[in-house]
């Protein structure tokens, strides 16, 4: 609390007139960072020139791996953390639902009608997994030296689109 008050310019006891206690300031800044997550993976999904399906894919793959990158602070504080009582706070619950959403929009038109509508959440939830991995093995530094991410991100992608086309 010490250096997000010396951050913010102002004393300790000063977020505590907002907020009442640590864990509502963790769900207030991981709410606000999973809505910019989301900002970002929508407003991919409508960019201009990712009007078919397979566009708009690649597009919000792109947004994903893009705000990992750029928001590493943030990416790890939204999914390395599991805040006790989550539930008690609707605006990160929220949130949450929403970049839950947003990650898996986009697969709606890549997917045959059946295995999507039958399993829509579960093909969303292995793409979220696949990347996730190779983004915190990436932001770890445990991914081989002769290994460029880029490709990694591709390979896995590819793999997984042959898997769930299998289902």
Do not use: N
């Not at 999973?34 to 960019?47: I, K, Q, T, V």
């Not at 690649?58 to 705000?67: D, L, M, P, T």
Request: charged share 25%.
């Amino acid at each position: 609390m010490r250096q997000l008050a010396a951050e913010l310019g102002c004393s300790p006891m000063t977020p505590y007139r907002y907020f009442r206690d640590k864990d509502e300031i963790l769900a207030a800044v991981r709410a606000s960072a999973f809505d910019r997550f989301s900002d970002a993976l929508e407003a991919a999904y409508c960019a201009k020139g990712a009007e078919g399906s397979e566009q708009r894919s690649v597009a919000v793959g792109r947004a994903y791996v893009r705000f990992a990158l750029t928001e590493p602070h943030a990416y790890r504080l939204m999914f390395d953390l599991m805040q006790p009582g989550e539930e008690a706070y609707p605006d990160l619950v929220r949130a949450t639902a929403r970049a839950r959403d947003s990650m898996t929009t986009h697969l709606k038109g890549l997917m045959p009608a059946k295995p999507f509508a039958e399993r829509g959440s579960l093909i969303g939830h292995v793409y979220w997994s696949a990347i996730h991995g190779v983004l915190m093995l990436h932001l770890a530094g445990k991914i081989s030296p002769d290994v460029e991410v880029g490709d990694l991100l591709e390979a896995m992608l590819k793999t997984v689109w042959t898997g769930v086309t299998a289902l």
